[in-house]
């Protein structure tokens, strides 16, 4: 709450020029000490020194930290709310980001259930008399197989003979020729 205070109240004193003078009247009017706020600014600069704090090799910690965050976390939309390190994606009201924290159980606690008006349900592990029983399943599928054997062993009986039949009338057709030949030659030479 100290910090909306202070962001507040130096808005409020120095409007968008906001430099050390304005933040020091700034503190001085909420009774923050302002030395201690200038060593932890201080601090947070590992090893720069305070003239150098404009140049671009500067680094703050706090800041690394944020944007080391927002690229895990993608959090690139302010306000943005992380529920088990996802970014939320959503509206930002009190039921939708309760829908997604419920969401998030595999088991949704009984407030979750409450809230949504939901009942919880529960698994039955009786066997029902109309169930059907593994014994009738595995009977299905072995007479299945066997149907399926006959159908096989009929249709290669089936075209064992249609071969069969074909090469007989070729062979029919192969000594006809041969006779008429035969014939032809014995008739040519008489």
């Known amino acids: ?79 943005s709310i992380v529920i088990n390190q996802k970014t939320y994606r959503g509206q930002i009201e009190p039921l939708s980001v309760f829908n997604a924290i419920c969401a998030g159980f595999s088991f949704s606690p009984d407030v979750c259930l409450k809230t949504l008006h939901k009942e919880r349900v529960v698994l039955r592990t009786t066997v029902e008399d109309n169930s059907v029983s593994v014994g009738l399943i595995v009977g299905i599928v072995i007479a299945l197989i066997v149907v399926n054997v006959v159908i096989v062993y009929c249709c290669r009986r089936k075209a064992k003979r249609d071969m069969n039949s074909e090469m007989n009338i070729q062979i029919e057709s192969a000594v006809s020729q041969y006779f008429a030949l035969t014939n032809n030659d014995t008739n040519a030479q008489a």
């Open 1 to 79: 709450m100290k910090w909306w205070r202070y962001i507040r109240q130096v808005h409020s004193m120095c409007y968008s020029v906001i430099n050390e003078d304005c933040s020091r009247r700034a503190h001085e009017h909420l009774s923050i000490d302002f030395e201690k706020t200038q060593k932890c600014v201080e601090d947070s600069f590992a090893g720069t020194p305070q003239s150098g704090w404009g140049e671009a090799t500067t680094t703050n910690r706090f800041i690394d930290n944020e944007i080391a965050y927002w690229k895990e976390f993608g959090t690139n939309i302010y306000p």
